[in-house]
């Protein structure tokens, strides 16, 4: 429809009536996108495995990189851009994120907490002996 | 262009002045993104239930009972053919879904074949995956670990396969309506689901799988 004509090189949304002459740069995008998942996640399988990166700061490369590969899918698969059209969806996302990091970093937090400031019960029983 | 919110192709250009009034409304937004907006929040809320999952997963991952470790029992391979087939699929379904909106019909019903199977195969793996670690006396009642760990994967394995469901009555909702404006909304939102369903999946195998064998 419209957008192939006004935006030819555009990205194309699932949804938007499509020329059959812009299947193949449709496609396209997905391939882009299928080829930066693909390396994100062999680059996350391989430091998993190997000594290449500081070991007690592997869970944090591979946090990044799943972050990084999300933003990927995000961006070539389900087309979320900072394009004025989807800033509803946007800020929807964006409480979720928000919601989401409470939730997970409030309890790791708390619960560290607790394991430091409770005593083991291994360690109640053998006082009380 | 956003998939979420890109004026929906089947009612007259420009929308202002529609024809069918039941489906492009003369004010606001068309019903396509409307339609789109509200799954999407709904996909959040889905996220949510999955970090909350999560989150009791990070508390409970020392939480072993002198029983087996992640180490002990996440085969990385296995991981590696789930991500693959996962992942694939989902470009599938994208372009299922470019199928669709150009209506060829044999693209849209190929690479929705497509994305059956390697949901489908990653749907038998996990089943298998599961199956081993209980066998081996590892299921989800030996440890708090493993019973985050099972509800954590079991709940996104519940997903793939009503995502299979779905995308199974989807083909034949194509097949008996055609290319209908309303069938393309619901095709958006399945395949807005089948994505989600792969972002959750990159989140577990890098962070209970790959964080779960890493040496420390």
């Known amino acids: 429809m419209k957008n192939s004509t006004k935006e030819p090189h555009g990205d194309v949304a699932p949804g938007d009536d499509l020329d059959p002459g812009d299947i193949p740069h449709a496609i396209g995008g997905y391939l882009v996108g299928l080829a930066l998942a693909t390396l994100l996640t062999c680059v996350s399988f391989y430091i998993a495995q190997s000594t290449l990166v500081w070991q007690p700061s592997i869970p944090i490369a591979l946090s990044v990189l799943a972050l990084a590969q999300m933003g990927v899918h995000l961006v070539f698969f389900l087309h979320i851009t ?48 | 262009m956003s998939a979420l919110a890109e004026g929906y192709p089947g009612a007259v250009a420009g929308g202002g002045h529609a024809q069918q009034l039941t489906e492009e ?6 019903k396509r993104i409307v339609v789109a907006y509200g799954f999407w929040i709904f996909l959040i809320s889905d996220i949510i239930l999955f970090s909350a999952l999560f989150a009791s997963y990070a508390v409970l991952t020392d939480a072993t009972a002198g029983g087996p470790s992640g180490r002990d029992l996440f085969e990385l391979p296995t991981v590696a053919i789930e991500t693959a087939c996962l992942l694939l699929s989902t470009v599938f379904c994208g372009i299922a879904g470019i199928g669709a909106q150009a209506r060829r019909s044999g693209m849209y019903y190929g690479a929705m074949a497509a994305t059956f199977v390697l949901g489908a195969i990653f749907v038998a793996i996990e089943l298998h995956e599961f199956a081993t670690l209980i066998n081996a006396g590892a299921g989800p009642s030996r440890s708090g670990f493993l019973s985050a760990f099972f509800a954590l994967i079991g709940c996104h394995g519940l997903h793939v396969s009503a995502g299979l469901l779905w995308l199974l009555t989807m083909m034949a909702q194509v097949y008996a309506k055609g290319f209908r404006a309303d069938i393309q909304r619901r095709l958006l939102c399945f395949a807005l689901f089948w994505h989600t369903l792969d972002i959750i999946w990159v989140a577990l195998f890098s962070l209970v799988y790959l964080v779960g064998v890493a040496p420390r």
């Open chain 1, 82 to 129: 900072s394009g004025a059209d989807s800033v509803n969806n946007v800020m929807a996302l964006a409480f979720g994120l928000l919601i989401v990091a409470l939730l997970v970093f409030g309890s790791l937090w708390i619960m560290t907490h607790l394991n430091h400031n409770v005593m083991p019960m291994e360690r109640m029983m053998q006082m009380q002996r």
């Open chain 2, 25 to 30: 409304p003369e004010h606001g937004p068309s």
